[in-house]
């Protein structure tokens, strides 16, 4: 029978560089994203001028169960919504961001 060496268990564990760097990496993106977002958001807050939104600022958050649409089914949805909707409609997207995109770029 072979000796098994105890480690000492009050180490800490250390992710690799590699793994660490692919960290660093992901969380750079994710705050990048974030700001864009954010600066977004500013802009529509003081009256979006006419550019088409686009889904280019937006990420998908595997933890938010949000449903993403190529732009040809986003766009069949938004309209859907709209069909028979008034001015005094409300009408709520959630968890489906393509969709709103689209939607607010028909209206």
Same mark, same amino acid.
């Given at each position: 029978?072979?000796?098994?060496?105890?480690?000492?268990?009050?180490?800490?564990?250390?992710?690799?560089?590699?793994?660490?760097?692919?960290?660093?990496? *992901?969380?750079? $993106?994710?705050?990048?994203?974030?700001?864009?977002?954010?600066?977004?958001?500013?802009?529509?807050?003081? $009256?979006?001028?006419?550019?088409?939104?686009?889904? $280019?600022? *937006?990420? $998908?958050?595997?933890?938010?169960?949000? *449903?993403?649409?190529?732009?040809?089914?986003?766009?069949?949805?938004?309209?859907?919504?709209?069909?028979?909707?008034?001015?005094?409609?409300?009408?709520?997207?959630?968890?489906?961001?393509?969709? *709103?995109?689209?939607?607010?770029?028909?209206?």
């Amino acid at each position: 029978m072979a000796l098994i060496e105890e480690k000492d268990d009050d180490e800490i564990p250390q992710l690799s560089a590699g793994a660490l760097d692919a960290l660093k990496e *992901f969380y750079g $993106e994710r705050d990048g994203r974030q700001r864009q977002f954010e600066d977004l958001k500013a802009q529509a807050e003081d $009256e979006y001028e006419g550019n088409p939104l686009t889904m $280019e600022p *937006f990420t $998908e958050d595997w933890n938010a169960s949000q *449903f993403w649409y190529n732009d040809a089914t986003a766009t069949a949805l938004a309209e859907q919504l709209l069909d028979g909707a008034t001015n005094d409609s409300c009408i709520a997207v959630v968890s489906a961001p393509s969709v *709103f995109i689209q939607l607010k770029n028909i209206v």
